[in-house]
């Protein structure tokens, strides 16, 4: 059935209101009619069946059926503080992490990031990324549209709400990213650091140390950065979801 994300403001007890690109994908794309069911997310979380019951050039309105919990996000909010990676690497990661269930994916500029890129300058790559986390949401059957942050750094990034953090770290030999979940069961606030390229410089390490976080080993092989991050989100999932 096909999905689409509408704003909480824009959904009521009974009635729902699509705009945007979506509706010109839903009338001249899939070329639905009145009567026709699509199911619809308010992106906090909640799920409903509607029915389209109008269509016009500027929205689509709908009679909802029926609503319920999105059971596909995971119990744990987990963000990835991903070192910024050259080419398009990110977009890879931003989709593929969508699809396994993170919840905000903060990018930041490492000490061995390849790509130098000032804050201000990260406005349409921001957008970019963000467009390509709405769509994996829509494939994959989300309940939220999982948040891309403005760019940031290890140092100045503020993981205070957390309740763990992760630092994926190629030198840490015997923490092992299991064991360190065995201990925290009861983190609901989860942060994962990869580092890009050249993997992180031991001061970012140290600094990531001081404001609460662990390094832990990924396993006996060392990942490329568009895959430690996904790799990492797979193994926290695996032990924390029923």
Known sequence: ???????????????????????????????????????????????????????????????????????????????????????????????????????????????????????????????????????AAKQCGRGIIPEIAELTTFKAADFSRHDLIIIAYEDEKSKTLKSLLKDNLSAKDIAVVIGPEGGLERCEVDTLIQKGGTAVTLGPRILRTETAGMAALAMILYEIED
């Open 1 to 135: 059935m096909n999905r689409f994300f509408v704003k909480k403001e824009d959904i009521s007890d009974n009635t729902a209101i699509i705009t945007g690109e979506d509706v010109k994908h839903i009338s001249r794309v899939l070329r639905m009619a009145p009567g026709d069911k699509v199911m619809i997310c308010d992106g906090v979380g909640y799920q409903y069946l509607a029915e389209i019951a109008e269509i016009s050039k500027d929205d689509v309105r709908l009679s909802i059926l029926s609503a319920e919990r999105c059971a596909s996000e995971p119990p744990q909010r987990i963000t990835l503080y991903q070192g910024l990676p050259k080419g398009d690497k990110m977009e890879l990661i931003v989709q593929k992490c969508v699809e396994l269930g993170i919840s905000e994916i903060v990018p930041a500029a490492a000490e061995r990031s390849v790509v130098k890129v000032k804050p201000g300058e990260f406005g349409s790559k921001r957008t970019r990324y963000q467009r390509v986390a709405y769509e």
